[in-house]
């Protein structure tokens, strides 16, 4: 079978393109641009790549080798010329969703699906780090790289599936998985989810339609669900929650959470599973270091930037001043979180605040700047904050807080042109 992953250079089509490379089927694909993703597919043996997304390129494709599925992702709209050539062309159509239950189907795989508004793709990490050390065959999709692991992969050894499960457009609900993870429950993706309570519900019905469920009781408390037989509530102050040494409590958090994930489908002792996640290196833009003080975190909603705060605050020196580059994801999520940063940043020194990542807007919406966010702000924070731009003037002042001694921390949640390809551009080595 010859699938075609259009949006193949994202963290969520790119990965499943992997997996289907190595599953056995034929597999190609197209993104707007190229980037780090493509690079490494190209790597692996996924060749077969285009940048640009037209119906003219697609057709060639087509024509030299037959497409019999069409996978993209959420992102992509009902005009979008490839998905217009595949209707046309009475292609299969679907989003990854699909794909990933025709894997979990046609492998015999218990699904592990980790969700949650903050937390799932460290948490998903850490549960695909415990396996791996402790050699236990698996499958699983992240979206961030760990260490030397890729993003994902196919063992057909494996018993179980690993997998980032996604809210977004209601993703998740097209899984029923033997073990539901919760890593941690806020509000997010507003234009899908009108009030929270839709939210909620969502969480819910993701929930209820899985086998075995892990939880943090905050986040029961919020869905209305009690610990039962399916349902494991985790309590936060719990005693052993200590032994994790992880920098910042969101960190030990979710290690929490993958070792009781591994103790539900693994004989091996809480103690040895803890030993092994206090070796977690981290994932990739999870407060990532680029070079020496200067740190990529995916930090875009208030919990998330209160967890990136955590672990800088734990990592600086005595003395250390951490310095925050913020670049919002979306005009859209600003809209409805804005005034949820009042004190979301304390613990910093500096601020500066960046233009929104744009992605997905809704056009009949203002687009906030910099200064009317940063209005925001505790105070207190305003009078660190100010308004920057990605240009030279940044350049410099990155490179002074540096020479400092500074730890800077950068926050940014976009894709491809967003503030971290920005820094990796002008400061890797």
């Not at 909620?200 to 339609?209: M, S």
């Not at 103790?263 to 103690?271: A, G, K």
């Not at 600086?316 to 919002?328: D, M, N, R």
């Not at 600003?334 to 500066?352: P, Q, R, T, W």
């Amino acid at each position: 079978m010859h699938i075609f992953f259009s949006g193949i250079g994202g963290v969520g089509i790119g990965p499943a393109a992997l997996i289907a490379k190595q599953a056995g089927y034929q597999v190609s694909g197209s993104d707007i641009r190229d980037g780090q993703t493509i690079q490494e597919l190209k790597q692996k043996g996924v060749t077969d790549i285009y940048i640009g997304q037209t119906a003219d390129q697609i057709a060639e494709v087509h024509q030299k080798n037959p497409i019999d599925w069409f996978v993209h992702s959420s992102a992509i709209t009902q005009d979008q010329a490839e998905l217009e050539f595949c209707r046309q062309n009475n292609i299969k159509t679907s989003k990854r969703d699909e794909f990933i239950n025709e894997i979990l189907s046609q492998k015999q795989l218990k699904l592990i699906a980790v969700a949650g508004t903050h937390g799932k793709t460290t948490t998903t990490a850490m549960i695909i780090w415990l396996f791996k050390k402790l050699d236990l065959p698996v499958s699983y999709s992240v979206g961030a790289k760990v260490g030397d692991y890729e993003m994902s992969a196919f063992d057909s050894n494996s018993q179980y599936f690993v997998y980032e499960c996604d809210e977004f457009d209601r993703n998740f609900l097209a899984f029923k998985p033997f073990i539901a993870v919760i890593s941690g429950i806020g509000y997010d993706h507003h234009e899908i989810y009108p009030t929270r309570e839709n939210y909620y519900q969502a969480f819910r019905q993701f929930l209820n339609q899985s086998d075995g469920r892990i939880i943090w009781s905050a986040d029961a408390e919020k869905l209305n669900m009690l610990s039962n037989s399916k349902t494991r509530v985790e309590q936060e102050n719990k005693h052993d929650f200590n032994q994790i040494n992880l920098a910042g409590l969101y960190n030990r958090r979710d290690a929490w959470l993958a070792v009781n994930t591994l103790l539900s489908v693994c004989d091996v002792p809480q103690q040895q599973l803890i030993e092994i996640i206090n070796t977690f290196p981290g994932a990739s833009r999870r407060f990532e270091e680029i070079v020496p003080n200067l740190y990529s975190d995916d930090a875009h909603t208030p919990e998330k930037i209160r967890g990136c705060m955590s672990v800088a605050q734990e990592t600086a020196k005595a003395g250390q001043k951490i310095v925050v580059l913020y670049e919002p994801l979306t005009n859209r999520r600003m809209h409805h979180l804005g005034n949820e940063h009042f004190d979301v940043f304390e613990g910093a020194s500096k601020i500066y605040w960046l233009p929104s990542y744009l992605a997905r807007e809704d056009p009949n919406q203002k687009v906030l700047t910099p200064g009317e966010l940063i209005q925001n702000l505790s105070p207190k924070l305003q009078k660190i904050t100010q308004s920057a731009a990605r240009d030279e003037r940044l350049k410099y002042v990155i490179a002074n807080h540096l020479q400092n001694g500074d730890m800077v921390v950068a926050m940014a949640g976009g894709g491809a042109d967003s503030l971290d390809d920005w820094l990796r551009d002008n400061f890797s080595t």
